[in-house]
């Protein structure tokens, strides 16, 4: 709980009370920082690759309007890696393009969080006072609402869709991100370098935006990859509930909804978007984690 | 710098009639609770209101629900009447209000069934549900992550580390049905939907929340395993009460049991007790899966036919409990932490 | 002359840090003695700590310890941890720095104290327990059962320095291991520590190793000092004799960067000058060469050795202090 002695002469190691992470030494743990940090990254990349530039510079076909007498083919039908769904779009196809919108989805709502929360909550953390009050009660309301009736609420009245989607799952993202931008604000607010720089003239704004923004950005883009994994998994929950991307435009949600029925006859149509999910956020996790790592491990 | 013996938690100056309530009541701890209280209640309104709102917003009404696509205006207009849906927002809202503050939720609009006897039939199955999945999932992270630090960077360490990342990194909904793929259909070791009450057959009644009981759980469970163990590797490695345990010769076991965990309790029931208010989402889609009576399910279903009173009653209960969560978590942070209860006196 | 009871001989060790090796003891080498105080004396970073601990197995798995540790005839050095264990606290035992962090925040003192006695004898809860209450009697410590059932925050600093001494006492102990005992107190708590801790010595007959960079309170405590400097002793010798005749520049330097009444106001500070070296890259010659004021080409090239150059008075150093000029300096304390 709390932090090691400080009082090191710069350059000498007193390690015997500072204990240095082990197992970072020589070819073993550069191979950790391979596996790490570079593996996942590869995968993200790699999954994005996939979900945004293959599908309009290969050979993939349209996932929806596919002809009803190519329903169900098996998988490694020619031209179908995976088969072709009931109605007859490949699933592959499917794959890719129901990737593509889950992404969209959880990028668009991150960068909201990240952007509309981060500035609520560093603002409301850095001013503190009344402001910061009215700020977090306003965050406690929206984190308290089950956003589960939102969703609905939204679905019902605008209908199912990416960019109601987008909407419903913000209301997630905001307060979380508001939260944490706080909480690293008030531990950053404290330390001596902010109150050097006001000292020597620096303004709020400036102090914000040279002082407080770097510092609590790792943390916050931390956050934010292990969130991609968190908002794909809430965005399939919605498109599971009909409330998010509907059919026939894919979404691993809902075609895993759509899977669910036919699970025992065919589970590849429950499985493969499952898998595809699951490695998403597997990737997403990992690379979260290991820039964590990194970052608190000074 | 003397210490006191540990005085009486009031700090006034005593004088002869001070009674006990005068001396409850100066408390820090329910001065403590009292405030965190009132600072909940306009979360509390901003939550029921802004719910109030939309729900008013969706098209269609109550009215409209109940009787169907065929009904004449004329016919939805007398019911809507009826069950007052016809008035103002904000009167609605107002009368609902009045009501609540004295302990009167309403009477569902679907049913005529009062909503405090709905929710009561159905919060017990959802806490049921979260009880046996906190209970899943801390019998294991507990002693998972002590065999981890008691070894960092082992096998079992690394194993048990890598296996609950990729348990972090299921989707629940997905795990459920994965699980009712092959513990009921292919296996039929447990049943796949429904639910039977405690009343007709405990053994029976755990059966049926078993499964959903695991889709929640094994989230959980990875994620307290990755924080515990986290918590205690870097207590064992950096806090100087260890070297002194060490040093007075005792052994790495109760090292870790009975130094470092009382330390790292702190942060899990933290993440527990904040856990709890966001389970309540979760098992609104689990219940739905696994057709479980509860509250989440209710709610569903409550929006789906404008059943404004029973949403707003959820919803109420549901923000409420986060509340009380936080709560929670922040009194029994105060109750262990002996800094904290006992107070400092230097 | 009977065995020392603890003997270092040629204690090196390493810590393996991403990729290089920084060697923080370097060929150390003592005897500790019953009933006699040894002082330790060094910067950060000279390796005081490192050594003790490893006297202890305390050291993190990064470390690679090599050399010799004696304790009674027991090669402690690859020792196995379970009898590792059984030493600690037993025989061995050590006092930290900080009693602020040194003690288990969520346990009762009480507790604390118990659990050194359970660890290493057989007896009953209520014999632990009043085998407890004399143990914090014997460190004086006032209202020893009250304070039994409290926690380390409610107690001062000093009473919580004296709470870690009672758990070191609780095994009986044969060595103690003061590391920095009293640099984290107040001047007239430090001086109670140290007589208390004097006092105790002459009563239950232990060695006693002071850690600690105050000359100072070595001088006023220690029947024979050794100081440390990069991982190096470089000046051992009785008490009276080091301060009598200080030989190596970097014990005078220590020695004349304590302030002092008698000289005028505002008169600066002699600070010792230059950086403690960098342990990862230790050039070859003297360690102290870049900062010392009588350094010689000689100096840079090649390491003096530690050698017996009078009759009990060790020292590593080409040019030592007070032997060049006919009279012999006097350092007064």
Known sequence: ????????????????????????????????????????????????????VWPIIGPVPSPTGGSILNSNDPSFTPGHLFGTDATGNDEWSRLLYGGRASLEVALAVTAVGLIVGGTLGAFAGYVGGWRDGVIMRALDVLIAFPALVLAVAIAER????ELHAIWALSFFSVPAFGRLARAATLRVREQNFIAAARLSGTGHVRTLLRHVVPNILPELITFALLGMGIIIVLEGALSFLGLGIPPPAPSWGNMIAQGEGILSAQPKFVLLPSAALFITVVSFNLLGESMRARWTAR | MSSTASAPLSASPRRASTGALTRVVRSPL??????????????????????????????GNAAQQLLGVNATPQEVHQLAVKLGVDKPLLSQYGTWLSHLVQGDLGHSLASGQSVTSILGTDLPITFELIAYAFLISLGLAIPIALVAARRPNGIFDRTSMVFSMAGLSIANYILALILVYFFAVKLNWLPALGWVPPNKGLATNIKYLTLPAISVALSLMCFYTRQLRADLVQQLRTEDYVTTARAKGVGEWRVIRHHALRNSAFGLITAVALNLGTLLGVTVIIEQIFGLPGIGHELLSAINSRDLPVVEGAVFVFALIVVLANLLADLLYAALDPRVKYGSTN | MT?????????????????????????????????????????????KTVSARAIMALLP???????????????????SERRMRALRGNQIAMVFQDPARSLNPTLRIGAQITEAIHIHRQVSKAEAHDRAVELMELVRLPAARERFRQYPH????????????????????????????TTALDVTTQAQIMELLRDLQERLGMALIMISHDLGLAASYADEVLVMYAGRAVERAATQTLFGHVR??????????????????????????????????????????????????????????????????????????????????????
């Open chain 1, 1 to 52: 709980m709390a932090a090691p002695t400080e009082g090191l002469v710069p350059g000498v190691l007193e390690p015997a009370v500072v204990a240095p992470p082990p197992g970072e030494e020589g070819r073993l743990g550069r191979l950790r920082v391979l596996g790490g940090i570079w593996l996942p990254a590869l995968l993200v990349a790699a999954i994005f690759f996939l979900c945004f």
């Open chain 1, 158 to 161: 605008l209908g199912p869709g």
């Open chain 2, 30 to 59: 329910l001065r403590f609770v009292g405030r965190r209280l009132l600072v909940a209640i306009p979360v509390l309104w901003g939550v029921t209101f802004l719910t109030f709102v939309v729900i008013n917003h969706l098209p």
């Open chain 3, 3 to 47: 065995a020392p009871l603890l003997e270092l001989d040629d204690l090196r060790v390493d810590f393996r840090q991403s990729g290089h090796v920084v060697r923080a003891v370097d060929g150390l080498s003592y005897q500790a003695d019953k009933a006699r105080t040894l002082a330790l004396i060094g910067e950060s970073g000279s390796g």
């Open chain 3, 61 to 79: 798995e990064t470390a690679r310890v090599t050399g010799s540790i004696r304790y009674e005839g027991t090669e402690l050095v690859g020792l």
């Open chain 3, 154 to 181: 409610q107690l001062s600093g000093g009473m919580r320095q004296r709470v870690m001494i009672a758990i070191a006492l609780a095994g009986d102990p044969r060595l103690l291991i003061a590391d920095e005992a």
């Open chain 3, 248 to 333: 190596m520049p970097y014990t005078r330097a220590l020695l004349g960067a304590i302030p002092r009444l008698e000289n005028a106001p505002h008169t600066t500070l002699a600070a010792v000058p230059g950086q403690p070296p960098d342990l990862a890259t230790q050039p070859p010659g003297c360690p102290f060469a870049p900062r010392c004021p009588e350094v010689t080409d000689k100096c840079r090239e090649t390491a003096p050795p530690l050698a017996e150059q009078e009759p009990g008075h060790l020292w590593a150093c080409w040019h030592p202090c007070g032997l060049e000029d006919s009279a012999a300096e006097e350092v007064a304390v």
